[in-house]
Every structure is written in C-alpha cells, then in structure tokens.
C-alpha cells in the first residue's frame, strides 16, 4: 500500500558526532556493513552530519547517485531530523524518504564494550535501512477552515470565550438553553473573596455581548446534531419558540401582571412564583419576556389576557420552534454545572423542611433582587433568621453521592456566613465542616477573617440528622464535633446545604462532539496537564465547570485559554496535518467495525458498509492497524511489514 | 548452541512518547545498560502487534519488551497502553500454553523522565533471560 | 474405462467429512459420472495395498490431519503419485480438532489413553495396548506437502462440497491449478452475517460472557452480547450455518487470506476491544478479570487451526529438525 514505484536507492550516512560516537563505535565496519545491505548503493561517514559539509555530502549523493532515499545513522530524530529532513528537501527529495539509526544515544553513549557497541549499531542502520526502502513520499494533509466559532454555554464561561474571540474578529455563534444568559453567576449576590456584587460585575459583560456585531446569540435553544470535524463542523440549532417578539418587547410587564398562571420560579429555585410569561430576571439578555408553553393557558382554553394588554404587539401565538443550520470551524463546550438533588441526602432533609435549602437558594435570600428583597427571612413563615446552620460537603467527598471536592463549597460557605453575621446584628452562624479547602489567591486569609473577626462558629464534624422540632417549630440540628469529641445539637431558623456540582453535559451531545467524559459527566481534557482547555477531537474545547469544579476566576482565565486555542486554529487558512495516518484498503474490509471502536479520536466511520480514515482525525497511533481482523487497515510509513522487516533486520 | 558463547537476544518495543523518550534521556545521562537489548521505535505500545513478538521470537529473540507510557492517562494516544496490555496479558497467557516461558514477554511502563527505571529495566531484564536460557520449549510430558 | 481416478484417503478422522460427501448428492453423483472411485475404504471395498498397487491417480482426496507416521508416508506418497491432491475437512486444511492435541507429546498421549482404560481382570496392573502406529508431531496436510486444493468446514457443508466438484472437473478438464485453491470467500463472516448489531456505527463489547451466561437475543450480533464469535477472523463461505442457529462461529472455514494464525489476530483485535469504554475505570486489574473470562484459550482461539498457526510453527522451530530457527 505505501511501496513507492520504482527501485530504492539508498545512501546511508553515519556520522562521528566528533568522538561521541566515534570512539565507542568502529563506524568504518559500520559503513562498510551498510554498502552490503540490500537497496544501498552509497555508504559513507564524515565527522559531524549535521554540519553545513556534512550536509553537502548528502545533497551531493543525492544528485550523483540518483539516491530515492537516505538513512542517517546519529543521534535521534527529535534533535535533527527537521535538520536532514530539509537538507533532502533542498534537492528534490522528500522528505519522507529519510530515516534515522540512534546510534548516539541508542548505542555508543550507553555502551562501554566497542564490538557490542558497534554490532547494535549495524543492527540499528539495518533497520532503518529496510524501513526507508518501503517510506511513501508523503505530502502533508490540508484543510480549509470556517473563521467562525460555536459556544455552547451563555454562562460566565460561554460569556468570556465569545467576548475573547468576538473582539479578536471572529464571528461568534453563543447558544443557551435558557431565555437568557448569565447562567448560574446571574444568581449569585456577591462573589468571593472580594465581595464584588455579582450582578455588577456580570451584567456589564451581558450587555456587551448583547451589543456585540460579531456575536449571534440563540437563547431558548439547543444544539441537536453536529457532523463535519475541525474547521468545518456543521451544526442544527434547535431555537425553541419564545413566544415574544425580542425586538417589540418593552419590558413592560403589563402581560406578567394579567396572566392567571402561576409557577415557582427557576431562577429563585423555587422560593418564589413567576407566571407563565415571564422574564427570568430584570437584567436577562435578549431583554424580552418569554412564554413557558408547557404551563401557560393558551393551548388549554385560549386564554389571551397577555396579548390583549401589551402595547407593542410584541405577543406572537403562532411562534414556532425553529431548526437552524450553522458552519463553524471550531465549537467550545462551556455548559457548566447544576447542584447535585440533595433531596437524595435524606439525613438533611431537603425536600421535606422547607427551611433546609442549598446554597443557591440561599444566594436568592441574600439578592437584593430576590424573593426576600435581600433580608434573610427562612421560607416557611418568613420569620426572620437569626441563627443558621451551614453543612458543608452535602453530596460531595462521599463515596455513597459524589466522590470528588466540588472545590467551591468552602469559600462560598465562608461568604455567606460572612454576609449573614454582616446583615443578622447578633446573628449566630455554624458551620459544619471536614476540611477546609481555601487555595486561591486571599482565600486562607478570607477563612481567618470569617471565623476570627466575624466569630463564626467554625465544628469540625459530619451531621448526623437534621429535623424540624414540632413544638417550637425550630429546625435541629445533630452533628459530631470530632475536636472535642462530642454529640451537638443546633437549634437554628435555617440550615443551608453547600450541595456538590454536577455537570450538566448532556450523554447525546458530547456523543455528537465525539469527547470523552469521565464517570461523573465531566469533559475530558486532552491532557490533564499541559492541555487543559482541548478535548481528543481536534476542534473541540471545553472551559468552566464542564470541564470540572471551579470558582469563576479559574473559569474566567479557563475560558480565555480556550477563546486563544481556538484562535490558533481559526487564524490558520489551512489547517495541516502530518500525513502519517491509517489507511483503510476497501477491498480487503468486511466492515466489521472492530476499527471504530479501538479509534480514541472516533477518526474511523463505516461508509458504504466498509470503514474509512479521517484524515485530519486520525493522529497516527496505530491502534486499528493492530485490530483490524482482516488486516485492512496501514499506518503510512508505519505498515505491518516495515516492522515485520525491521524485526528481522535487528533479531537475525 | 554453545551455550558458553550464548548472548540473550532482547528486542525491545519503545513508544516515541515516553519509553522511547526515556531511552533517548538515559543516552543523554550516559547511564549504561546491557548492549543485549535493542530498541524498536513505535508511535505508541498500542501499535505493537502480537504478530511482531512472535516474529522476534521466531527469529532469534529469547526475549521482548513492550514499554509503554502509564496508565491511565500518560498515554498521548489517549489509551493505546490499554489495548497493549489487553494484547500483551493475552500473548503471556498463549505463550504459556505452547509451552514457552511468559516471563520472556515483559511489559512495562516507563515515563519520558523514567530513565533510571528503563535501564534498571533492560539490565534486569537482560539477566532474567540468561537465567531462563535461549528459547527453547517444553512439551508438555517432558522431552524437550 | 480411460475416466480419470479419484481416490479418498483418511489420516486422522471422525467419519464427519465422508458423511459429508456421501451426502452431498450433486457432488457425489458428478464423481461417479466422471470419475472412476478407485479407492474410498469407507463405502469400496478394498484394501490398502490395492490403494498402492495403482499405477497412477488423478485425483487424491485425504481427509483428516497427519498423525502417525503412517499417515506422513501415506501424504508423501499421494503428493508423488497424485496430479491433483485435496486436503478435504477442516483437520487435513488446517488440523481439526485433534490439533488441540499437538501440543502434548506422542508418549504422554499414550499414557493417557493407558490410564483410562479399565479391566475387570484382576491382573490389572498389566495391560497391553495393540500395536500402535508411530505418532509423529501432529500436523495439518499443507505443512507435509503441497496441496492444490482445500476444502475448508467441520464438516464441509454441501455447498461447498458441490462447488469442489465442481473445480475438480475444470482441472480434469485440463484447466491449470493455480493452487492452493481455497473453496471459501476471502473475507470474514461479518462482510455477509444476518446478524445486525444495535449500534450500526461502531462495534462494543462490553465484557465476555460464556454461552451458558448469556440469554442470547437472536438477530443481534454476538461480540456486542459479549459472546465470543470467531466471524471477523474466519472465512465466509458456510452460509453462516452455526450462526443462524443462535450459536457463535468457531472458526472452522480457517483464517483469512494471507493468515495463519487465527489466535493472534483475534487477541490483536476482537479482545483488545474488550471493554474498551471502560479501561481508565478498570484499569490492567479490572481488564485482566474480564479477559480471564476466556477460560479455555486453545479451544476457543485455535479451534481448528492449532496446527497452522505461528506459536505451533514457533514450537516446532524450537523442536529441531526441519523447522529449526
């Protein structure tokens, strides 16, 4: 499959590298051992190969000889091959048609015994001899690219990435699944350890996205299907009917107060009620309404009260759900996180008590813009609090739920107790805790300042129950303090649950984008050290929770990671690739499908019943051509009988 | 077989990325090791064939080593280590039943930095099988 | 009578490939048309010296592997005296079966046979076996001589039988061997097996299961139910018989062009893709639990084909003789 046409001509050429390899190995038995070999028709030694001379007398053999193929017998290819590789290049010759002999770090440097040093080395020129003898003259694989990106996420995530790219010139495309962006931070009331107001710092961002000529937001909207690879993905966007005319709506909100449609509210989780038309929250961009079908009256008894208040005419009933169709060169997976069903700890009774909440909720209470215009009233009876109780860990860390840290738990705790003992003059906070995670940057000494000036109670222990006491209607408490060693009981108004982060990428997505996920549901970074921001499949990257438990400025900084990998793939016109890739030969497969699911970078799909390489896919492991039953699939320039070869060369 | 002048023949399967790797650092160190082991470079351990040990026994070899990166996530091919152990703890296992000694396959995981380790292992290596002999089999029975 | 002769000759065998001729009334009906049957000692009688007593053979069918001495002769002299010869059945193509035998050596097989056998005699300590004809090292009919056609199957069924005949008459005919012809397709069962799989893009194989472990659904590929089937591996031709009869192939239409070992390609592929979603969770121990799961190796991998395969042609070589290294 990879035999070039005509009869190899081979020049071997070993070097001295001075007397590093020299005085170890006798390279004149060397050079007259190479000349006996089959296909070698020039063999020579010079003192150092790589050397501008050194060079020459390979270009000159080249041009004498008619040589199709050289082997230069030194030190490894991560040092020279580009070196050689370009010296062929300059003459005509592919660069393809050169090997390498380690005969330097391979033999005479690890050596001591001269014979024995210079029988491997025989050995080794051997080997690459019989493998060059088979090298195709390979041109490298091109693509053109689409200058467009997709994000998939309008969290601060999803946000950061589009700004990065959009202000770089790069045409966005930032689909949401909910009426707005903003995703989880919009909740928030201050961010720690500064105690920026959240809104403050996040709307603005909003805002100019929204603005923003080279950002095409689809909110409401899913993707369902993408196909292609990387520089050219195509994708179908399900925008899902909104109901409202964006560009009518005045936010108004003479529609929201006619609409006989009550239901709790996502966006205060549940703590308090919106209609059926509805705007998550003040600041949401698109700045529309929107009308939640599934629960408003029009499809049941044709109730109209919006659309006979608003002004602008902004209400369209026969709205429809819409399928887009988009090309982009490059997709970035920002879906972020939602907070593990603490209801499943029954101990803590979530579900049960409605004043044991989590701590999303518990950010509603703090919001100036929530159900409690920001004074800390427990849900049940609005009594004001005075004393909680906060239990961090509430899913995370436990073999039974999660087993990892969700990273963030402990600071935000610290945070709202903070913001409680600020606003609670008297107010009595504990906190039931394993460890204390505080790494960032001022975070150590955000802990010091919450337990030591703001005298928070700080019990390091597991709670063992949490109850509603039915005389005084008190929640209780029951923990271990493991530094004391003793039973406590708490009474308090409120419990807040510091729940784990679960992701929120859907199983048929991350299939469709060909990423691997670990067994939580997060996305699997290409390497978890040095590429962070990459998924395997070329083209697809990943920032934010997604990828796994962080606060927002390891979000922000991933995002902007990921905004320039992007940009190094779309500023490119092609996008090229070594050609040293699997081929599949048609006629031998039987289409069994071994092949495609050994390919880690899903870079195999049956076509027409048999099995075909994408090229840009396909990084040049080998795993298929090992696999394949019938023996139907060859690396270029790496085939089964090259190494056959180049075992018998090196054992006989 | 003179079995005094009898050297082991080892062939060795290296992957680009962290054995091979590590070999290349042990030339660098200068660390030497025993000249009985020669290196085959692959792009990954998962791109060694059961076909290619069977051939290096057949042709000489008294023993193979396949050195890959670590499991689970050293691999820069993802998980090509995986399928090479799948494949390598199955060969064993045959070997075994023809009647030839597993310990004369090895497979090992070395990290790019691991260079100490690799010559550790292809010393040890190397005097595993001048224990075990040249290749020869044993008929189940007894008559060799 | 100037019909050209065909003769049946039988090394190691269970009876299964004659019953498959007989049986295959086309086939069987074209070779006493054309042929004149000079020796089949199943269905003729006659002796074996008659068998040598002919002055030449035109066509050599020997069923069976190589096992004793007697059979190496006789395969020998076939090879000399025949212008056509057939390794019939999958034991003379590849060794059978009885190859799983290869592997224990002549002496010990004949202990075994001694200490199975029971006597009511009270003198049972002595117990005499008849002459027994020298046992040699077990081989399959190709690797003692030069074949020109194989007829693969355990047994082989009709079809393939009648498409033998078939080839048989165009040789007689006068048209050139270019052998060793296989009466088989190229490529592996999954090109044609009814069998669909649930997932058409991609092949998983989540664990092994053995066959008594598996409430096996019909109609859906077997490597996806975790049940070991030899398809991808072996040659198509058979019209899928075992398959559609809900068990796994077993590979006795032999290996793929090309091949020899059937065993190595199967752990290359088919067993490297074992729980292949799921190798950073198990990790080398959670995956070597699963592989042990294949608990009998030989007679899953090499069923048919011990004798032909590389690690046999390794052992020999270790052995001396004319394999030697």
Same mark, same amino acid.
């Given at each position: 499959m990879s035999l070039s046409s005509e009869e190899p001509r081979i020049g071997v050429f070993i070097c001295h590298c001075g007397l590093n390899i020299a005085g170890v190995v006798d390279v004149k038995k060397v050079v007259e051992e190479a000349k006996r070999l089959p296909h070698v028709v020039h063999a020579e030694d010079y003192i150092y190969m790589c050397s501008a001379p050194g060079q020459e007398l390979i270009k000159k053999a080249i041009l004498e000889k008619k040589l199709n193929a050289?082997?230069?017998?030194?030190?490894?290819?991560?040092?020279?091959?580009?070196?050689?590789?370009?010296?062929?290049?300059?003459v005509g010759l592919n660069r393809y048609r050169l090997e390498m002999a380690v005969i330097r770090e391979f033999s005479s440097w690890v050596h001591v015994d001269k014979k024995k040093a210079t029988e491997k080395a025989i050995k080794l020129v051997k080997a690459a001899v019989v493998k060059v003898a088979d090298n195709s003259p390979l041109e490298p694989v091109k693509s053109r690219t689409v200058r467009k990106a997709l994000v998939i996420g309008g969290g601060i995530a999803g946000i950061t990435v589009a700004l990065d790219l959009a202000n770089a010139g790069i045409p966005v495309i930032l689909v949401e699944k909910t009426?707005?962006?903003?995703?989880?931070?919009?909740?928030?009331?201050?961010?720690?350890?500064?105690?920026?107001?959240?809104?403050?710092?996040?709307?603005?961002?909003?805002?100019?996205?929204?603005?923003?000529?080279?950002?095409?937001?689809?909110?409401?909207?899913?993707?369902?299907?993408?196909?292609?690879?990387?520089?050219?993905?195509?994708?179908?966007?399900l925008q899902r009917a909104r109901y409202v005319k964006i560009g009518d709506c005045r936010l108004c909100g003479f529609c929201e107060r006619v609409c006989p449609v009550k239901v709790p509210s996502e966006f205060n989780r549940g703590l308090s009620d919106?209609?059926?038309?509805?705007?998550?929250?003040?600041?949401?961009?698109?700045?529309?309404?929107?009308?939640?079908?599934?629960?408003?009256?029009?499809?049941?008894?044709?109730?109209?009260?919006?659309?006979?208040?608003?002004?602008?005419?902004?209400?369209?009933?026969?709205?429809?759900?819409?399928?887009?169709?988009?090309?982009?060169?490059?997709?970035?997976?920002?879906?972020?996180?939602?907070?593990?069903?603490?209801?499943?700890?029954?101990?803590?009774?979530?579900?049960?008590?409605?004043?044991?909440?989590?701590?999303?909720?518990?950010?509603?209470?703090?919001?100036?813009?929530?159900?409690?215009?920001?004074?800390?009233?427990?849900?049940?009876?609005?009594?004001?609090?005075?004393?909680?109780?906060?239990?961090?860990?509430?899913?995370?860390?436990?073999?039974?739920?999660?087993?990892y840290c969700s990273k963030i738990c402990c600071m935000y705790t610290a945070k709202h107790a903070l913001i409680f003992k600020e606003r609670v003059p008297g107010g009595e906070a504990y906190v039931f805790y394993i460890d204390i995670r505080a790494a960032g940057k001022g975070y150590e000494e955000f802990i010091k300042r919450v337990q030591e000036e703001f005298q928070v109670n700080y019990i390091r222990g597991r709670v063992n129950r949490v109850y509603r006491d039915p005389k005084t209607g008190d929640m209780v408490v029951v923990g271990f303090d493991t530094l004391t060693g003793?039973?406590?009981?708490?009474?308090?108004?409120?419990?807040?649950?510091?729940?784990?982060?679960?992701?929120?990428?859907?199983?048929?997505?991350?299939?469709?984008?060909?990423?691997?996920?670990?067994?939580?549901?997060?996305?699997?970074?290409?390497?978890?050290?040095?590429?962070?921001?990459?998924?395997?499949?070329?083209?697809?990257?990943?920032?934010?929770?997604?990828?796994?438990?962080?606060?927002?400025?390891?979000?922000?900084a991933q995002a902007s990671a990921a905004a320039a990998k992007a940009m190094e793939l779309l500023y490119s016109e092609y996008i090229v690739k070594e050609p040293l890739v699997a081929v599949v030969d048609r006629d031998l497969c039987s289409g069994c499908r071994v092949c495609i699911g050994i390919c880690p970078y899903g870079a195999l799909e049956l076509v027409e019943g048999k099995a075909k390489v994408n090229e840009l896919l396909c990084e040049g492991c080998g795993a298929?051509?090992?696999?394949?039953p019938s023996r139907a699939i060859e690396l270029r320039n790496y085939s089964t009988k090259q190494l056959l070869e180049m075992v018998k060369a090196v054992v006989k | 077989?003179?079995?005094?002048?009898?050297?082991?023949?080892?062939?060795?399967?290296?992957?680009?990325?962290?054995?091979?790797?590590?070999?290349?650092?042990?030339?660098?160190?200068?660390?030497?090791?025993?000249?009985?082991?020669?290196?085959?470079?692959?792009?990954?351990?998962?791109?060694?064939?059961?076909?290619?040990?069977?051939?290096?026994?057949?042709?000489?070899?008294?023993?193979?080593?396949?050195?890959?990166?670590?499991?689970?996530?050293?691999?820069?091919?993802?998980?090509?280590?995986?399928?090479?152990?799948?494949?390598?703890?199955?060969?064993?296992?045959?070997?075994?039943?023809?009647?030839?000694?597993?310990?004369?396959?090895?497979?090992?995981w070395v990290s790019a930095v691991e260079s100490q380790k690799l010559k550790t292992l292809f010393d040890e290596f190397t005097s595993t099988i001048r224990k075990l002999g040249p290749l020869r089999v044993k008929i189940r029975g007894g008559n060799v | 009578m100037n019909k050209p002769n065909i003769v049946i000759v039988h090394g190691a065998i269970c009876g299964g490939c004659d019953v498959a001729l007989a049986n295959s009334e086309e086939a069987i009906s074209k070779i006493l048309e054309n042929l004149d049957l000079a020796y089949w000692s199943v269905a003729v009688d006659s002796r074996l010296s008659d068998l040598k007593s002919l002055g030449k053979i035109d066509v050599?069918?020997?069923?069976?592997?190589?096992?004793?001495?007697?059979?190496?002769?006789?395969?020998?002299?076939?090879?000399?005296?025949?212008?056509?010869?057939?390794a019939?059945?999958?034991?003379?193509?590849?060794?059978?079966? *009885?190859? $799983?035998?290869? +592997?224990?050596?002549?002496?010990? &097989?004949?202990?075994? #046979?001694?200490?199975? @056998?029971?006597?009511?005699?009270?003198?049972?300590?002595?117990?005499?076996? *008849?002459? $027994?004809?020298? +046992?040699?090292?077990?081989?399959? &009919?190709?690797?003692? #001589?030069?074949?020109? @056609?194989?007829?693969?199957?355990?047994p082989p069924p009709i079809k393939v039988v009648n498409e033998f005949v078939n080839v048989l008459l165009k040789y007689i005919a006068g048209e050139e061997p270019i052998g060793p012809l296989v009466i088989a397709g190229s490529k592996a069962q999954c090109e044609t097996c009814p069998r669909k799989p649930r997932d058409l893009s991609k092949l998983q194989i989540p664990s092994i299961k053995r066959i008594y472990e598996a409430k096996i659904e019909e109609n859906r590929c077997f490597l996806e139910q975790g049940i070991l089937c030899l398809g991808p591996v072996t040659r198509e031709g058979c019209e899928h018989s075992c398959i559609n009869v809900n068990m796994p192939c077993t590979g006795c239409f032999g290996p793929l062009p090309g091949f020899e070992d059937v065993g190595l390609r199967y752990i290359a592929g088919i067993l490297a893709l074992v729980a292949v979603e799921r190798e950073k969770e198990l990790m080398e121990q959670g995956l070597a639990k699963i592989l042990d799961k294949l608990v009998d190796r030989l007679g899953v991998l090499y069923r048919y084909t011990l004798p032909r395969s590389r690690l046999y042609m390794l052992k020999l070589s270790l052995e001396g003789g004319e394999y030697a290294r």
């Open positions: 050289v082997v230069v017998a030194a030190c490894t290819p991560t040092m020279h091959y580009e070196t050689f590789a370009r010296a062929i290049e300059a009426p707005t962006i903003g995703g989880k931070m919009a909740m928030l009331s201050e961010t720690f350890p500064t105690l920026d107001c959240a809104q403050c710092i996040l709307t603005p961002k909003m805002a100019e996205v929204a603005r923003h000529p080279l950002i095409k937001i689809y909110t409401n909207s899913e993707v369902v299907d993408v196909s292609g690879f990387v520089g050219n993905f195509k994708v179908k966007i919106r209609k059926a038309i509805y705007i998550p929250f003040p600041q949401a961009i698109p700045p529309a309404y929107v009308i939640d079908k599934a629960n408003c009256r029009r499809w049941i008894d044709g109730c109209d009260k919006c659309l006979r208040v608003c002004p602008t005419k902004a209400i369209d009933f026969n709205d429809e759900d819409k399928l887009v169709e988009e090309e982009v060169g490059v997709i970035i997976v920002a879906t972020g996180y939602d907070l593990y069903p603490a209801e499943r700890l029954k101990e803590y009774g979530y579900g049960l008590y409605r004043d044991v909440i989590d701590s999303l909720q518990f950010e509603r209470i703090l919001s100036a813009g929530g159900p409690t215009k920001g004074l800390i009233l427990r849900p049940s009876d609005r009594k004001p609090v005075k004393r909680v109780v906060f239990i961090q860990c509430v899913g995370s860390r436990d073999i039974n739920h999660l087993e003793q039973l406590l009981t708490v009474k308090a108004d409120l419990v807040v649950l510091a729940t784990g982060l679960v992701p929120q990428l859907p199983y048929e997505l991350a299939s469709k984008l060909k990423i691997p996920f670990d067994k939580y549901g997060f996305v699997q970074e290409a390497h978890p050290k040095l590429r962070p921001v990459e998924t395997v499949t070329s083209g697809v990257f990943v920032c934010g929770v997604a990828h796994g438990p962080k606060d927002i400025a390891e979000t922000v298929c051509v090992v696999a394949c | 077989m003179n079995l005094d002048s009898w050297e082991p023949k080892i062939v060795a399967f290296l992957c680009k990325w962290c054995s091979g790797a590590a070999a290349e650092l042990a030339g660098v160190s200068r660390l030497l090791y025993s000249p009985n082991v020669i290196p085959i470079i692959v792009p990954c351990s998962g791109r060694v064939d059961p076909d290619l040990i069977v051939e290096a026994f057949m042709n000489g070899a008294d023993g193979v080593i396949v050195a890959g990166c670590h499991t689970p996530s050293d691999c820069h091919y993802i998980a090509g280590n995986f399928k090479a152990f799948k494949r390598v703890y199955m060969l064993k296992k045959l070997l075994s039943d023809f009647g030839i000694e597993p310990e004369r396959l090895k497979l090992e | 050599a069918v020997f069923m069976g592997g190589v096992r004793t001495s007697e059979d190496e002769e006789l395969a020998k002299w076939l090879r000399e005296k025949s212008k056509i010869l057939v019939f059945g999958s034991c003379s193509a590849y060794g059978g079966i *009885p190859g $799983l035998a290869a +592997l224990t050596s002549p002496i010990e &097989l004949i202990n075994l #046979v001694k200490s199975t @056998i029971t006597t009511s005699s009270q003198y049972k300590s002595i117990i005499e076996l *008849p002459k $027994l004809p020298e +046992l040699s090292t077990y081989r399959a &009919l190709p690797h003692v #001589v030069n074949v020109d @056609i194989v007829v693969p199957g355990c």
